[in-house]
């Protein structure tokens, strides 16, 4: 079975979260523009507010619409041979709810097809975050993933149930305004 891609933009805009799979791990995602989906995945993660999360694109003309991308950016994402979250400083069209406590953004230009697909069906990047409670361990497979978060998704992508993760977690390499790179995550 795969994704209606067409349902699964409805359940988003409607406000809602789903649950699926990304270029690293398992992610709960929801529209960048609906806070209260953004407030219902801190609660079903239990996790502190000022605790920022990833958003996703789909591709660079989606990121050069909301962050300011450097040349470095673009090396980055290409020679990188694990996903890349790049944390952008200078902030074009974003919300202020979603953006780290210093006003910066950590962005990632998704290669999965379904993501992409979704993304681009939705107009605009989606945020992201592993499914799990804040402090305790990523699932590394689907049936490791807490009974709770599964009751409180409003959908769940049917890929990511036979989804094996590649990768526990993307870099994250943060670009200042001054040209300074800054390894957060190798």
């Known amino acids: 079975m795969s994704t209606d891609i067409a349902k699964v933009a409805e359940i988003l805009q409607d406000g809602g979260v789903i649950l699926t799979h990304t270029d690293t791990t ?4 929801c529209l960048v523009s609906n806070q209260a989906a953004i407030d219902k995945i801190f609660e079903i993660k239990q996790r502190p507010k000022n605790k920022s999360f990833i958003l996703l694109v789909d591709n660079p003309a989606r990121l050069q619409q909301v962050v300011e991308v450097p040349e470095l ?4 994402m290409d ?3 694990k996903p890349v979250s790049i944390v952008y400083d ?7 709810y979603v953006l780290a406590p210093d006003g910066s953004v950590a962005i990632r230009m998704v290669k999965d ?6 993304i681009g069906k939705v107009r605009e ?10 402090g305790e361990a990523a699932p590394e497979t689907f049936s490791q993933i807490n009974p709770e978060i599964l009751e409180k998704v409003d959908y769940i992508l049917p890929e990511a149930k036979d ?14 305004i001054d040209g300074q790179v800054k390894v957060i995550r190798a």
Do not use: M
């Open 26 to 29: 398992f992610g709960l995602s």
């Open 73 to 76: 950016a673009w090396d980055l």
């Open 79 to 81: 020679l990188s041979e």
């Open 113 to 118: 097809p379904v993501l992409q697909r979704i």
């Open 125 to 134: 990047p989606l945020i992201s975050t592993s499914v799990n409670i804040s």
């Open 163 to 176: 989804f094996v993760p590649k990768f526990t977690s993307s870099s994250i390499i943060k670009l200042g």
């Open 90 to 96: 200078k902030i074009l069209s974003l919300p202020k």
